[in-house]
């Protein structure tokens, strides 16, 4: 389905769905530690579902539309980076200052936020329209690389997977959906086995979040001056809200 102008929501919406959705998955996190099987954790689990697809589908439409790449590019890895701080803070896995260290305390998976895959995704999508690199091997090459990289991130690097899906299908929304699905069906199979089973089937709640990108008009917003205050305010809600969670938490 192509982006249409008759659709009611705007990125600047669509954005403030995934934030909502985030900070009660956040909140569950922090409120019920570990992988518990009630209704209220369960719900706001599945509700946090929302929120990694509308945040691929925003770093690729970021894509389409920046008016500097390399601009965009290094924000999300400084952003990435100062994330890295706070998302390991809200942590009940938090230590000592040792625990910013990723690998340090032996573990290989959420060493760092999803804005390092996220940052990462961005490059994948450049190398997969990218007119200098004409070798189909090189390309493949990168992206497995790029994987590679991601892997220890949260949501590891299905994350960035999905954010060169919605890029290279730009405007089918139907193809975007298969590859999401198809994707975090793998992500889902190893939490399944590897984390927990309940929470493995819970990932595909990811499918909640297509029905709120179908009434994505492509747009960012009417107003100047919100676009401006929403260009920044995720960046800037990510690691804050993340962060007072750690404080919370660690009080």
Not at 73 to 78: D, P, W, Y
Not at 193 to 204: E, H, K, P, S, T
Request: charged residues 15%.
């Amino acid at each position: 389905m192509p982006l249409t102008e008759k659709n009611p929501l705007s990125s600047n919406a669509i954005k403030l769905i995934a934030i909502a959705a985030m900070t009660v998955d956040h909140i569950a996190w922090a409120v019920f530690p570990g992988y518990p099987k009630e209704f209220s954790p369960l719900l706001m689990h599945l509700i946090g579902r929302i929120t990694c697809p509308i945040m691929c589908y925003c770093i690729a439409e970021g894509y389409h539309y920046t008016r500097n790449i390399r601009k965009y590019t290094a924000r999300l890895f400084i952003f990435a980076l100062i994330s890295h701080f706070c998302y390991i803070y809200s942590s009940h896995d938090f230590i000592d200052w040792r625990s910013f260290i990723p690998f340090y305390y032996g573990g290989a998976l959420n060493q760092t936020s999803v804005m390092w895959s996220l940052a990462w995704g961005l490059v994948m999508l450049r190398v997969a329209e990218s007119k200098k690199i004409t070798s189909g091997a090189v390309r493949v090459l990168l992206i497995l690389l790029i994987c590679l990289v991601s892997f220890p991130s949260d949501w590891s690097c299905i994350a960035s997977l999905c954010v060169m899906a919605f890029g290279t299908n730009r405007g089918e929304l139907k193809k975007q959906g298969f590859w999401l699905l198809f994707y975090v069906a793998l992500y889902a199979v190893v939490y399944f086995f590897a984390i927990d089973r309940v929470y493995g089937i819970l990932q595909m709640g990811v499918a909640l979040s297509l029905p709120v990108l179908r009434l994505y008009n492509g747009q960012r917003g009417k107003s100047p001056a919100v676009n401006r205050f929403m260009k920044w305010f995720f960046y800037l809600y990510y690691p804050a809200h993340l962060l007072l969670i750690g404080l919370l938490i660690h009080a």
